[in-house]
């Protein structure tokens, strides 16, 4: 049974700092893995994809990196903004098209 | 295009009622997933159809819950009778062939059961 999870849970910055959020997870037999944010009272907004056979995704100030090998990923953001506050979820797709989801990290930019 | 919709946004309903949520797929999309996250927990997958036919429902908590895609266009998914513990946010998503390119999220459904 895949399990995913997400270090740390919380975490606050102040506005301008680079920050990096982890996912890991237990079966590298992954098809893909998305990373996504939710905001209080909304839906899902799909962040980045990275298939299996990559290493990396990068959009704007965002940068996702897969590590198969070791069951990890991260999400880097570059010079965060208090509009980046937001809980951060990564989501595994075990090519089943089941996919399983971490417990988030709730991101805190201060201005 | 239009995104996947849910709807309502938010349902208030007593202990021991009926509800039902509404999800439309983005055209075209014929897998359908449910999810829902209760407080303070991770999302958990709940069911997976392709087009009309249910291909993995082991989420599914219970009986009480009953989901359908009739003519694998839009689903729904109904609690009957809730229950406390079913509160929750109610997310469903889709997908197009084998995900390739990933899941597109509808806004969830807020569920508070009183």
């Known amino acids: 049974k895949q399990e995913v999870t997400q270090i740390p849970a919380a975490l606050s910055v102040p506005e301008g700092e680079n920050l990096v959020l982890n996912c890991s997870f237990t079966?590298?037999?992954?098809?893909?893995l998305q990373w996504f944010r939710q905001d209080p009272g909304k839906g899902l907004t799909s962040l980045l994809l990275?298939?299996?056979?990559?290493r990396e995704q990068t959009s704007g100030r965002l940068n996702a990196s897969l590590d198969k090998s070791s069951g990890r990923s991260t999400l880097y953001i570059a010079a965060s903004q208090p509009g980046d506050s937001a809980t951060y979820l990564c989501a595994v797709d075990g090519g089943y098209q089941k996919v399983t989801f971490g417990t988030g990290t709730k991101l805190q930019v201060i201005p | 295009e239009a995104g996947v919709t849910q709807f309502p946004s938010h349902s208030v309903i007593e202990k021991g009622q009926t509800v039902t949520l509404r999800c439309d797929p983005i055209s075209g999309h014929d897998n359908l997933y449910w999810y829902r996250r209760v407080m303070g927990k991770e999302i958990k997958f709940l069911l997976h159809f392709v087009k009309e036919s249910k291909q993995d429902e082991s989420g599914m908590p219970n009986n009480r819950f009953l989901a359908e895609r009739t003519g694998g266009t839009y689903s729904t998914l109904k609690v009957q009778p809730a229950e406390l513990e079913d509160s929750g946010v109610y997310f469903c998503?889709?997908?197009?062939?084998?995900?390739?390119?990933?899941?597109?999220f509808g806004s969830g459904t807020r569920l508070t059961v009183v």
């Open positions: 998503a889709s997908s197009q062939g084998r995900a390739d390119y990933g899941y597109t």
């Open positions: 990275i298939q299996s056979s990559q």
């Open positions: 079966d590298s037999a992954i098809y893909n």
